[in-house]
């Protein structure tokens, strides 16, 4: 069946360190694919989003990659901050309607 | 800038009870969204609402739960008979458009507590 999920559940990292944070899906036909932030008590933040006819997209210290071959996306952090730890979730979205499919999402915790 | 809003922020109900969770979308959109994050877990999709109907539904989104835009403003969430399995963070989300290439835009959620 469809799912979209990510690699690893926790992730710890120096402030000023990049970041990268992976994820894997299954359903091919998926035509666009967004990084969400959720910090604690809040909703779902948008960070970035790629299109499945690209590899690559960034964007003000994040850039998001796909690859098809393997179904993986990606997203990178540049010189990640205190204000960054979050948990991080990808989702893909497909068809008209706009129904977005998430993964388990991955904890981000920085290190001052 | 234009955020969505829930209230209330947390529910507690007791088993069976009705609740009623609110939602007041971005104002010029026309897509929306409900989904339930079960603590730890992956958000979910619930169901899809446009034109005064629902779009499309997930196998969550039983005979037990339903939702209305009963104003130009509101749009609400109903679970008629709650269990102690509808525990859960409940987002409300809108959109401009249903297509692909349009962010949703998420409330800060209802967290319900069903004891």
């Known amino acids: 069946g469809e799912s979209v999920g990510l690699h690893l559940p926790t992730l710890s990292v120096q402030e000023g360190d990049n970041s990268i944070i992976n994820c894997a899906y299954s359903?091919?036909?998926?035509?666009?694919f967004i990084w969400y932030k959720q910090e604690s008590g809040k909703g779902p933040q948008f960070i970035i989003d790629?299109?499945?006819?690209?590899d690559k997209r960034q964007g003000q210290r994040v850039t998001v990659l796909l690859n098809k071959t393997v179904k993986h996306l990606s997203l990178q952090i540049a010189a990640t901050q205190p204000g960054d730890s979050a948990v991080y979730f990808c989702?893909?979205?497909?068809?008209?309607?706009?129904?977005?499919?998430f993964g388990q999402g991955t904890e981000l915790s920085v290190k001052p | 800038e234009p955020e969505v809003t829930q209230t209330p922020s947390h529910q507690v109900t007791q088993m069976g009870q009705e609740v009623i969770l609110r939602c007041v979308p971005i104002?010029?959109?026309?897509?929306f969204y409900w989904y339930r994050q079960i603590l730890g877990q992956k958000v979910e999709f619930l169901v899809s609402?446009?034109?005064?109907?629902?779009?499309?539904k997930s196998e969550i989104f039983d005979d037990q739960f339903s939702v209305e835009r009963p104003d130009g403003s509101n749009f609400t969430l109903k679970i008629r008979s709650t269990k102690l399995e509808d525990s859960a963070m409940y987002f409300c989300?809108?959109?401009?458009?249903?297509?692909?290439?349009?962010?949703?835009?998420f409330g800060p959620g209802t967290r319900l507590t069903v004891t």
């Open positions: 359903n091919s036909a998926s035509d666009y």
């Open positions: 989300a809108s959109s401009v458009s249903g297509t692909v290439a349009y962010e949703q835009y």
């Open positions: 989702a893909e979205k497909h068809n008209q309607g706009g129904k977005l499919i």
């Open positions: 790629i299109r499945s006819n690209m």
């Open positions: 609402f446009y034109n005064n109907e629902i779009s499309e």
């Open positions: 104002s010029n959109h026309l897509y």
